[in-house]
């Protein structure tokens, strides 16, 4: 996918600490997917101006995107983050032990949409992150808008999904699946009256959805 030149400029901006810049780089170099520069720019930001400490994390990767966070947060970070594929689970948890972050961020092995199910109660996370696979995200919705606090934000990375949600880019027959469940799911976002949603035009698009209070629904 070809990066246009606003967000080359943007990336070039875009100082980062020596530490997670060099894990970037190597996942980079490996093909392992991470979090875009400048949606980790504004999440950062998000996450400080709402005093922001608790995240569910849909798709640990191998931890690069919850070590940010954490470093964001700071010692009151709480974070839990839900991987399907052992060997990113491993990779994640060696990650975060180098960082010494193992008591702020608990990596759970399982799928997510399980795992969500089965968490109890309600309001618990100020934020919740999608970046797990796209054909999750619908099913994902209820238990998300459940789990996080009033007035916290569910954020859901690449709904563009390479131009082809929109229909700008040609859909590729073995993306038809994942770009119809991110339809539906962005239909579902802007339209449910328990959110209020921006979609951002980030490259690869990013959904940002605050949970309303009751008496605004």
Request: hydrophobic content about 40%.
């Amino acid at each position: 996918m070809t990066v246009d030149k606003n967000i080359q400029y943007i990336r070039s901006l875009l100082k980062e600490e020596q530490d997670t810049g060099r894990l970037r780089r190597e996942e980079e170099q490996r093909h392992i997917p991470v979090i875009r520069p400048e949606v980790l720019r504004l999440l950062t930001l998000c996450i400080r101006l709402s005093k922001t400490e608790k995240i569910l994390e849909i798709g640990a990767g191998e931890g690069y995107s919850a070590i940010c966070f954490a470093k964001a947060i700071g010692e009151n970070a709480d974070i839990i983050t839900i991987e399907q594929d052992e060997e990113r689970v491993y990779a994640a948890r060696s990650n975060i032990q180098t960082f010494g972050l193992e008591k702020a961020i608990t990596v759970i092995h399982d799928d997510a949409v399980a795992a969500c199910r089965s968490m109890p109660g309600e309001e618990i996370f100020d934020m919740v992150f999608l970046d797990g696979p796209k054909t999750h995200y619908l099913s994902l919705l209820d238990d998300c808008i459940r789990l996080v606090k009033t007035g916290g934000l569910i954020v859901a990375d690449n709904v563009l999904y390479f131009g082809m949600v929109s229909g700008q880019k040609e859909l590729l027959r073995k993306k038809r699946t994942s770009t119809e469940h991110l339809q539906e799911f962005l239909e579902a976002v802007t339209t449910d009256a328990r959110l209020l949603t921006a979609i951002i035009n980030f490259e690869d698009g990013l959904a940002i959805s605050m949970k309303k209070e009751e008496k605004n629904q």
